[in-house]
C-alpha cells in the first residue's frame, strides 16, 4: 500500500460556528425543553431519570429504579482527591483513609429563576455587577445603577432566569433572545433583543398588531449573553383587571417579573399558575474544531491494489511456480483487466485501474488512526488525478 | 500579558494519578424481560448479540455489552455438521488471539482455565464471552469488583438455584500474560442450589479481562444443571452441548441472556494531573502590568506612596518555554501581595 504525506497545504485546522435554537416553555408547574415530553419508562416517569426540562449529563441511568442506579464512588488516599460536595472539614473529619466518598447520578442541568424583592439583597446582581459593567459600551441598559433611566437594580425588584452554558455553548447569539408569556392561550407579552445590544424590548404591538399593551416598546430587561444570565426589571401590570394569575402565589396581573413563574419560587413552592405559559427562545453559539485534509491521488499514481482479488489467478495457475531443491519462484501473476469493453464480444484492452473504496490515516510511527470510506468505490484510471477531501470533527 | 516571567524548576511540579470509580449494577431483568427483546440488537452476520439498557431505537439507549459463544476447533464439540460450526471457531479464534495470543510456533493459545499459560493444566474449549461496552468500563473494570450470578435452575423454575462468580483474587493475584493487559480468574464463590454437584465454591470457571473489559465464561457453569434454554415462551431447551453444537450464536445467546441473573462491578477512569507549585517570593510580583493598576503615576491601591508596594494577584498564566501563553489558572478571589509575603500557588491541571 502506497502511502502519501500529507503536504503544508493539505491539513487545515478550521472551527465550525454553528448556532443551535433552544425552546423552553414553562406552563403548570412543569418546565418543557425543546418541546420534549415525558417519555414513560418501565420503572421511572421519565426515562433519563431527570426531570422534563433537565438534561441528564451523563445519560447514564436510563429507565433504573432506586437501588439500581449507577453511581461514582472515590477512595479516600494520599491524593486527597474528593468530590466537589465533599467539603474539606468533611473530607479531614468524616473520612479515614480508605474510605469511599460516594456521588450520586444524574447529574442534570437545567434553567433556574430567582425573584429578589424590591430592596431585598440580590447576591447574584452583586455578584455580577463587574459583569454588568463590562457590557456597558453595549447598551446603557447595563448600568447597574442609572439616573438616566431613573432606576437602580440594587433597589427594584428582580427576575433573574439563569442558563447553564451546557444549553448555549460559548454564548447566546445576539439578537436571538425571544420571551414570550401567555395568558389562557393568548399571547400576552412579546420582549425580544431586536438591536443586539442585549436590551429586551416588549414588542408586543409591533409583531401583533394589537393595541399598544402598557410595557409595549419599553426595555423590560437585559441579557448577558456570554454569562447566560436574563434579567428582567418591568413590573408594569400587563393584560387589564380580568387577566388575573396566581403569580407568587398571589392573585395578580402578569407582568414581567412573574416571567418563568411555574410554581417554584424561593420559599413559595407548590403552587399553580393555571392561567399562564411563558416560553424563552434563543440561539446558543457553539465551536466545533474540524481537521480539514485534502488526501490527493496524482496522474500515474495510485492505480495499483495490494489487494489479492486485483491479480488474474487463472492465468497463474497456468504459469505455475518454480520450484528446485533449493529455489522456490513464486509464480508470475498478472493484474486482473477490469477495464470495461464498448462491444459486446470483445475484452478492452489492459488498462491500469484501482477502485479506490477508503483512505486510511497514519501517523508518524505508521500506526493507522483514521479510515474514511467513500459511499461508492471511485474508479482511477491513469489519466485520472483526484483529490479527496476529509473532514474529522474534533 | 505578562511581562515578566518566572522558570518552573523540575522541583516545581509534579504529576498525580487518582482513580475514579462508578458502580455498573446490570440486573437480568434488563437482559431479558422488561422490555420484550427490544433493547437487544441481531445483526445479519450472526455472529454476536448487543444488548442496551432500553430499547436501542431510542435515542436514550446505552450500549451495555455483546453476548457471543464459540469453541476451540480442538474441541470435542467441533463438528463440520454443527450449526454454525465454522462461526463459533472464528469466535474463539479471533477472542483467544486478542486476548490469549500466539505460543513460539505461531498457534493460537487457548484460554487457560487457571492463566497458568505455561504449565498447560486445563483450557477452556467453549466459551461464553461477554464484551462489556467501553461507555461502562471506561479505563478498566476495577479488580476484584466483578460479580456474576447465574441461574442454573429448570427453564422454567424462578431463579432460586444460583452460581454465584466473582473474580475473588482480582486485587492481588491477577495476571499480566496477556497481550490484552490485566487480567484475573473467576471463580465460583457460592452454589445455592439443592440438586447439583457439578460446581464447588472455589472452582475456576472462567477469566476477566480488565482492561479489554470482556470475561470469558467456560461453558460448562451451565452443564449439568439440567435443561439450558430460554424459558416459558421460547421453548428451545437441551442440554448446554446441544445448545452449543444444535443452535445458532443468537440462540446460545438468547439462552444465557435467560440465565442471567445479576451482573455488578465498578469501573475505573484514571484522571492524571499536573501540579505546578507557582512561587512568589517576597521579592517578587509585587508591581502589575494592568494599565488600571495606575494613575497619575500612582499606584491606585495604596494609600500612603511611602507604602510597600502591592499588588492583586488574580490569575496565573501558564507559559511555553518561547513565552507562548498556554493556560490560564484563575483565582476564586484575588489575593494580596506585598513585599513582605511569599506565596505558594498550587496550579493543578487535569486531562
Known sequence: ?394 | MATTYKNLLNSDFTSNKTLLHESIPITGTIVSGTYAENNIKNFSHGMFQSVYDYPYLSSSANHIFDITVGYSNESNLSSSTNVQNKQKINIYNEMSQLLVGYDITGSIQQFDEDGDIAAGGTKIQEAIFVNMARLLTKDEVKKGSFIFKAQTGSVNSLPTDTLTINDASGSNGYKVNSPAGEYGVLYVSAVETVSDPWWDVGDPCGLIYYQAGIAVLTASVFQNFGTYGVGVSNPLVGSMNAFLTGTAISGNCEAFRNRFNNLAYNNTTELNSTIYFCRANHNEFNYSTNPTYLSGSKIVVKNNTQENPLSYITSIGLYSADNELLAVAKLSEPIKKDPTTELTFRVRLDY
Not at chain 1, 28 to 33: A, D, E, G, I, V
Not at chain 1, 165 to 192: C, P, Q
Open chain 1, 1 to 394: 500500500m502506497p502511502y502519501y504525506k500529507f503536504g503544508p497545504d493539505d491539513v487545515f485546522n478550521n472551527q465550525i460556528k454553528a448556532h443551535p435554537p433552544e425552546e423552553f416553555w414553562f406552563y403548570n408547574k412543569k418546565l418543557y425543553y425543546n418541546s420534549q415530553l415525558a417519555i414513560t419508562g418501565a420503572h421511572v416517569d421519565n426515562v433519563p431519570n431527570a426531570a422534563v426540562g433537565e438534561l441528564s449529563l451523563y445519560e447514564m441511568n436510563v429507565d433504573r429504579p432506586t437501588g439500581q442506579l449507577i453511581y461514582p464512588f472515590i477512595t479516600k488516599d494520599g491524593s486527597l482527591e474528593a468530590f466537589s460536595t465533599v467539603s474539606t472539614s468533611d473530607f479531614n473529619t468524616d473520612f479515614v483513609y480508605g474510605d469511599i466518598m460516594s456521588g450520586t447520578y444524574p447529574l442534570t442541568s437545567s434553567i433556574f429563576r430567582e425573584l429578589y424583592i424590591a430592596g431585598g439583597y440580590a447576591t447574584h446582581l452583586s455578584a455580577l455587577k463587574t459583569t454588568f459593567t463590562q457590557y456597558m459600551p453595549l447598551s446603557p441598559h447595563y448600568q447597574v445603577s442609572s439616573s438616566l433611566l431613573g432606576r437602580d437594580l440594587d433597589n427594584i425588584a428582580l427576575n433573574i432566569i439563569t442558563i447553564p452554558s451546557i444549553f448555549y455553548g460559548s454564548s447566546i447569539k445576539k439578537g436571538t433572545v425571544d420571551l414570550k408569556i401567555y395568558y389562557t392561550g393568548t399571547l400576552m407579552a412579546h420582549a425580544r433583543d431586536i438591536n443586539y445590544d442585549g436590551a429586551l424590548v416588549d414588542i408586543f404591538s409591533e409583531v401583533s398588531g394589537a393595541a399598544a399593551s402598557p410595557a409595549s416598546g419599553s426595555t423590560v430587561g437585559v441579557v448577558l449573553y456570554n454569562e447566560g444570565f436574563i434579567f428582567l426589571t418591568s413590573s408594569v401590570p400587563l393584560g387589564n383587571s380580568t387577566t388575573l394569575d396566581n403569580y407568587s402565589n398571589s392573585n395578580q396581573r402578569p407582568q414581567w417579573l412573574f416571567f418563568g413563574d411555574y410554581g417554584e419560587e424561593g420559599a413559595v413552592t407548590n403552587y399553580e399558575t393555571p392561567s399562564s405559559a411563558f416560553s424563552l427562545e434563543f440561539s446558543g453559539t457553539t465551536y466545533t474544531p474540524v481537521v480539514t485534509m485534502f488526501a490527493n491521488a496524482p496522474k500515474n499514481a495510485v492505480n495499483y491494489s495490494p489487494n489479492l482479488t486485483t491479480l488474474d489467478y487463472a492465468h497463474a495457475l497456468a504459469s505455475g511456480s518454480i520450484t528446485g531443491s533449493s529455489t522456490y519462484i513464486e509464480p508470475s501473476i498478472p493484474l486482473a483487466n477490469v477495464a470495461s469493453s464498448s462491444f459486446l464480444a470483445a475484452s478492452a484492452s489492459f488498462e491500469k485501474m484501482v477502485y479506490i473504496s477508503s483512505i486510511c490515516i497514519y501517523d508518524g510511527a505508521r500506526n493507522k488512526i483514521g479510515v474514511a470510506k467513500l459511499a461508492k468505490p471511485i474508479r482511477k484510471t491513469n489519466e485520472d488525478d483526484y483529490t479527496f477531501k476529509l473532514k474529522l470533527d474534533i
